[in-house]
């Protein structure tokens, strides 16, 4: 059971690329969401879906885009890269109310 | 909106020690709240959840965690520190009716041999 995956685990990003961060899990959770984690600011919600084909925002949405075609996948997409999305991402997915989220082992990003 | 604090950037100990991570919450109604840990370089890491029924919590490599409602706080607690516990802490709480997560700003434990 790999829980959940998230691919690259580091990337590099010129100012103005743009990529897609993957994420999947294998638990048929119905919640996924995505945090970024900056010093001092403890993880901060982008997106968020409850099912496949419903997203909405989080905290922190500006410059990112999700989508959810299947229960499985929950791509995070960066449009233009700019330095301050320099962060680590962490994708997220939780079964149930009340049930605990399982965690990816996070994208390190650094925008120059 | 539903928060968390954690009051403390860290925490040192010395191991065998007992160990206290703190947590308040601000919360309309009542909270489910969680406990995270992070060792370096990797994802978080489940370790206890309050939803309903006995104040403290038990939950893995040792950590027990007491909710207390008079003062909305959900501190973290171990009776005897490991080295190996040092690491960062998380306290999140459920936002709402909703699955979200609202996570404190984290504390570093770190434990001396």
């Known amino acids: 059971n790999a829980g959940v995956t998230q691919t690259p685990k580091f990337q590099v990003l010129k100012t103005g690329q743009s990529m897609t961060l993957q994420c999947a899990q294998d638990m048929n959770h119905e919640y996924m969401s995505w945090y970024r984690q900056d010093p001092g600011m403890g993880l901060r919600l982008i997106h968020y879906?409850?099912?496949?084909?419903?997203?909405d925002q989080g905290e922190v949405p500006n410059g990112y885009n999700v989508s959810r075609s299947t229960t499985e996948d929950f791509p995070l997409r960066l449009l233009s890269a700019a330095p301050s999305q320099t962060s680590v991402y962490f994708c997220?997915?939780?079964?149930?109310?009340?049930?605990?989220?399982?965690f990816g082992q996070g994208t390190r990003l650094t925008v120059v | 909106a539903q928060s968390v604090a954690q009051p403390e950037d860290q925490v040192n100990v010395a191991e065998g020690n007992p160990l206290t991570v703190k947590c308040t919450y601000s919360?309309?109604?009542?909270?489910?709240l969680f406990w995270y840990v992070q060792y370096p370089n990797r994802g978080l890491q489940f370790l206890l959840k309050?939803?309903?029924?006995?104040?403290l919590v038990k939950g893995s490599y040792g950590f027990e965690a007491e909710f207390n409602k008079s003062q909305t706080s959900f501190h973290l607690k171990k009776p005897s520190a490991l080295v190996s516990d040092s690491a960062l802490y998380f306290c999140?709480?459920?936002?709402?009716?909703?699955?979200?997560?609202?996570f404190g700003t984290g504390t570093r434990l770190l434990v001396s041999p």
């Open positions: 999140a709480v459920r936002d709402g009716g909703f699955q979200k997560l609202v």
């Open positions: 879906s409850v099912g496949a084909g419903i997203t």
């Open positions: 997220a997915s939780k079964g149930g109310v009340g049930t605990e989220a399982f």
């Open positions: 919360v309309s109604g009542n909270p489910y």
């Open positions: 309050y939803i309903t029924g006995d104040n």
